[in-house]
């Protein structure tokens, strides 16, 4: 099958190996010429170092070009850029295209998933007929999987029959996919868990230990899973793959950009030095404002995303932080 890739970071870059090792027709489109260049002449991407790829790939910086080169199109910009990409590509979507998101995160403002700002932009800049959206979620860094190190992922979109196709051409020896239709829960569960994953990076930049990541991710995903009940998403997509999974990955990973910066802010960092230690985007960041605004719109209670929320974006010190969360009145695990 043909594929477009929009974005030649590392996710991206990883997904088009996988696709192209699987036999696909894969092209890569970045709104930088600089990174194109750099992918063409070394056939490697600089933050996957000695992983070659495929030599079958094409990469362009035009847009219109991955277009046509493509059945299956998928956004693999940072969240921040989705928007942007998703105006671009308008004028040249049609009926045939399968849009794949893979970006994580939420937009502040409008509180939309990664797929609903797709097919928002899209819909304001003249596309009219049915569109279909999938997004792929899981445990999956970058570097791993470009190294074909085994892992699962969820395809999820309302229609199974299109979370099944777009889940096969993913299908290989490394990479087991499993189906969802609850496409919102997904989506909360990719943005979400990277905020909880800062939190635990701060607790292990201030010293703690293994039981303090393990309260921080077991806490963590009963926030999750609070907010997307209350948002209509099902319980069982925050027990799976996209849920936990991810979030055990994400808070763990060495890989991690969010649970790197968080553990620079633990060591005494702002923001913004961890940030630019990391050099790369993190999407908790970004998160923490639309978390804010879903605990409001839907008044359900995430004191551990609102403790990282205080420490990044209000200045709270991080011992204070801590304390206030440790010193919470007793409550029930149960609901």
Same mark, same amino acid.
């Given at each position: 099958?043909?594929?477009?890739?929009?974005?030649?970071?590392?996710?991206?870059?990883?997904?088009?190996?996988?696709?192209?090792?699987?036999?696909?027709?894969?092209?890569?489109?970045? $709104?930088?010429?600089?990174?194109?260049?750099?992918? +063409?002449?070394?056939?490697?991407?600089?933050?996957?170092?000695?992983?070659?790829?495929?030599?079958?790939?094409?990469?362009?910086?035009?847009?219109? +070009?991955?277009?046509?080169?493509?059945?299956?199109?998928?956004?693999? #910009?940072?969240?921040?850029?989705? +928007? $942007?990409?998703?105006?671009?590509?308008?004028?040249?979507?049609? *009926?045939?295209?399968? !849009?794949?998101?893979? =970006?994580?995160?939420? *937009?502040?403002?409008?509180?939309?998933?990664?797929? *609903?700002?797709?097919?928002? *932009?899209?819909?304001?800049?003249?596309?009219?007929?049915?569109?279909?959206?999938?997004?792929?979620?899981?445990?999956?860094?970058?570097? &791993?999987? =470009?190294?074909?190190?085994?892992?699962?992922?969820?395809?999820?979109?309302?229609?199974?029959?299109?979370?099944? &196709?777009?889940?096969?051409?993913?299908?290989?020896?490394?990479? +087991?996919?499993?189906?969802?239709?609850?496409?919102? /829960?997904?989506?909360?569960?990719?943005?979400?868990?990277?905020?909880?994953?800062?939190?635990?990076?701060?607790?292990?930049?201030?010293?703690?230990?293994?039981?303090?990541?393990?309260?921080? !991710?077991?806490?963590?995903?009963?926030?999750?899973?609070?907010?997307?009940?209350?948002? /209509?998403?099902?319980?069982?997509?925050?027990?799976?793959?996209? /849920?936990?999974?991810?979030?055990?990955?994400?808070?763990?990973?060495?890989?991690?950009?969010?649970?790197?910066?968080?553990?620079?802010? /633990?060591?005494?960092?702002?923001?913004?030095?961890?940030?630019?230690?990391?050099?790369?985007?993190?999407?908790?960041?970004?998160?923490?404002?639309? =978390?804010?605004?879903?605990? &409001?719109?839907?008044?359900?209670?995430?004191?551990?995303?609102?403790? #990282?929320?205080?420490?990044?974006?209000?200045?709270?010190?991080?011992?204070?932080? !801590?304390?206030?969360?440790?010193?919470?009145?007793?409550?029930?695990?149960?609901?």
């Amino acid at each position: 099958m043909k594929t477009a890739i929009l974005g030649g970071g590392t996710w991206g870059i990883a997904l088009a190996k996988l696709l192209a090792e699987n036999g696909n027709d894969v092209i890569v489109w970045s $709104a930088l010429p600089s990174e194109i260049e750099y992918l +063409r002449e070394n056939n490697m991407h600089k933050n996957l170092p000695g992983i070659a790829l495929p030599k079958e790939i094409e990469y362009t910086t035009d847009i219109s +070009r991955a277009y046509e080169g493509g059945d299956y199109i998928i956004f693999a #910009v940072a969240s921040a850029f989705i +928007r $942007a990409t998703a105006r671009s590509s308008a004028p040249y979507v049609s *009926e045939k295209h399968i !849009i794949i998101d893979v =970006a994580k995160g939420m *937009e502040c403002g409008t509180l939309f998933t990664m797929t *609903e700002i797709i097919e928002d *932009e899209l819909r304001k800049n003249g596309v009219t007929f049915p569109l279909r959206l999938v997004t792929l979620s899981g445990p999956t860094h970058a570097e &791993e999987v =470009a190294q074909n190190v085994p892992t699962s992922i969820v395809s999820a979109c309302k229609d199974e029959e299109c979370a099944y &196709e777009v889940g096969r051409l993913f299908v290989n020896s490394c990479m +087991r996919v499993y189906t969802n239709t609850d496409i919102k /829960g997904v989506e909360i569960c990719g943005a979400l868990k990277n905020v909880v994953a800062l939190a635990a990076g701060i607790a292990r930049g201030m010293g703690y230990g293994d039981n303090t990541i393990a309260m921080l !991710i077991t806490r963590g995903i009963a926030e999750m899973t609070r907010m997307g009940l209350a948002m /209509g998403c099902k319980r069982r997509t925050f027990s799976g793959l996209a /849920g936990i999974g991810d979030l055990i990955v994400t808070c763990t990973s060495r890989h991690s950009r969010n649970n790197t910066c968080g553990q620079y802010i /633990g060591e005494g960092m702002t923001y913004e030095e961890a940030s630019k230690k990391v050099g790369m985007v993190v999407e908790g960041y970004y998160a923490l404002d639309a =978390a804010m605004a879903l605990c &409001e719109k839907y008044d359900v209670e995430m004191p551990l995303i609102k403790a #990282v929320y205080d420490i990044v974006k209000v200045g709270v010190k991080t011992d204070d932080a !801590i304390r206030a969360l440790m010193d919470r009145p007793m409550k029930s695990e149960l609901d």
